[in-house]
């Protein structure tokens, strides 16, 4: 199972994820984001990293070459776009795309079509602000169960330590994904949330391989 950590903007919190077994790490690229990189913090997140983890751009109504762009300048190995996001940018862009689907009910989430065999990351509806993720709200695990059962489901909403480890087994997705449940402060990550969330996640994983139900 993928674990992941979204919204990271310095080395020390890139550090933290990736020492304590994070497989991906977000870059958010959008400036009106509390979580947004700028250059100079994508960079150093890079350097931290190397290849020890994989880094993913977090993009809105980005086009194919916007996704080139980021992927060439931060060393991208894939981008997970929100917005409007045709479905052909996914046979265009040179770097793959997880579709984050921003759902605001069940019906949304079950019938906003995507290929088959591509990645998608499930969120929660935008807040108040207008911006998809980080509003720390949950998404129905029951959708999110039928959906993981038919797509390589990514489940992101409102994750953190407490709550991971049921998420994972009620919806036996590809991966987990966690931002502001990680946080002191919006786009401030807590090294020690981040530390216990990755462990569990990680502890929910082997029970799930075990047979274990949490």
């Known amino acids: 199972m993928i674990v992941k950590v979204c919204g990271v903007r310095s080395a020390e919190i890139a550090e933290v994820a990736v020492d304590a077994g994070a497989d991906w790490l977000g870059l958010v690229l959008v400036p009106a984001s509390p979580r947004y ?55 265009v862009s040179g770097v793959p795309v997880i579709r984050a689907i921003n759902a605001r009910s069940g019906a949304e989430a079950l019938t906003d079509a995507w290929w088959a065999d591509g990645t998608v990351l499930l969120d929660a509806a935008p807040g108040a602000d207008g911006l998809p993720g980080g509003t720390g709200e949950r998404v129905d695990v029951a959708v999110a169960a039928a959906l993981a059962r038919h797509l390589r489901l990514v489940l992101a909403g409102g994750l953190s330590a407490a709550n991971v480890a049921g998420a994972v087994d009620a919806v036996r997705p590809y991966g987990v994904d966690a931002s502001s449940g990680l946080e002191s402060a919006p786009g401030v990550k807590d090294a020690a949330r981040v530390v216990a969330y990755v462990e569990a996640a990680r502890a929910a994983e082997a029970s799930l391989q075990l047979g274990v139900r949490a």
């Open 37 to 91: 990189a700028d250059d100079a913090a994508a960079r150093a997140v890079v350097e931290a990293v190397g290849a020890r983890a994989e880094l993913v751009g977090v993009m809105v109504d980005a086009t194919a070459a916007d996704c080139d762009e980021a992927a060439g300048r931060y060393r991208l190995s894939a981008v997970q776009l929100h917005g409007r996001v045709p479905r052909s940018i996914a046979g």
